[in-house]
Nanobody, 119 residues
Framework: QVQLVESGGGLVLPGGSLRLSCTASITIFSIYTMGWYRQVPGKQRELVADIRYGGSTKVADSVKGRFTIFRDDAKRTVYLDMNGLKPEDTAVYYC?????????????WGQGTQVTVSS
């Protein structure tokens, strides 16, 4: 049973910073694309950033220049550094792992961690 365990969410003032972490119990972690998504009530879950095998990244325009995604394959962990946080960044943040194998797509989600940006 694959598990993705997130940590690092919380309440922060506008302009503040947080680091989210997600550790996965995946045997061949390095070949998975790891991503962070976020969701607010009443809206679709949206991609914040992802990082592929080899290190290439994709970052949403809304967070570009403020958020950084990186991974430590030895620790089976992906991180999201969030700086210059804004109230509109408030959401539940979910960790995602996906591998598009020839016969099957392997995809897993974490339980979510709440990030609240408010004064």
């Amino acid at each position: 049973q694959v598990q993705l365990v997130e940590s690092g969410g919380g309440l922060v003032l506008p302009g503040g910073s947080l680091r989210l972490s997600c550790t996965a119990s995946i045997t061949i972690f390095s070949i998975y694309t790891m991503g962070w998504y976020r969701q607010v009530p009443g809206k679709q879950r949206e991609l914040v950033a992802d990082i592929r095998y080899g290190g290439s990244t994709k970052v949403a325009d809304s967070v570009k220049g403020r958020f950084t995604i990186f991974r430590d394959d030895a620790k089976r962990t992906v991180y999201l550094d969030m700086n210059g946080l804004k109230p509109e960044d408030t959401a539940v943040y979910y960790c995602n792992a996906i591998l598009n194998a020839p016969q099957k797509v392997h995809e897993y989600w974490g339980q979510g961690t709440q990030v609240t940006v408010s004064s």
